[in-house]
C-alpha cells in the first residue's frame, strides 16, 4: 500500500487465518472488529493521519474518526451482506449519518 501512496485503505472480505486479518503489514494502524466475524477493517498507513475507532458504531463494519490538521471526518468501513435486508445496512448508514451530525465538528 506504502509503494502505491495509498494513505487509508477500506478493505471488505478479508483473508483471515486463526481469526487473525493476513496480507496487511503490522507496521500499519489496522482497525477491525475485535469480537466476532471479521468482515471489513480500514487500514491507515499514513503516519500523519490520526484515527480513532469510534466502537459504538463499529459492530462488524468499522468506523473510524479521520484526523489530519483542521481536516476530520467520519469514515465506514461496511460490509453488507447479500443475505441481510438492505434496511439493516441503510439502518447502519443512518447511525452514522445522526452521529456525525450530531457532533460539532463535523
Do not use: P, W
Not at 490520526?50 to 468499522?62: F, K, P, R, V, W
Request: overall charge negative; some cysteine; hydrophobic content about 45%.
Amino acid at each position: 500500500m506504502m509503494e502505491m501512496a495509498i494513505d487509508i485503505a477500506f478493505i471488505r472480505e478479508l483473508h483471515i487465518y486463526q481469526n487473525q486479518v493476513t496480507g496487511i503489514s503490522q507496521k500499519h494502524r489496522i482497525f477491525d472488529c475485535a469480537n466476532g466475524r471479521k468482515r471489513a477493517e480500514i487500514v491507515v498507513t499514513n503516519k500523519e493521519i490520526d484515527a480513532l475507532l469510534i466502537s459504538q458504531l463499529s459492530e462488524g463494519d468499522i468506523v473510524v474518526e479521520i484526523i489530519q490538521g483542521d481536516l476530520k471526518f467520519i469514515a465506514a468501513s461496511i460490509y453488507l451482506d447479500i443475505e441481510n435486508e438492505i434496511t439493516i445496512g441503510l439502518y447502519k448508514i443512518e447511525n452514522i449519518l445522526q452521529f456525525a451530525k450530531e457532533r460539532e465538528d463535523y
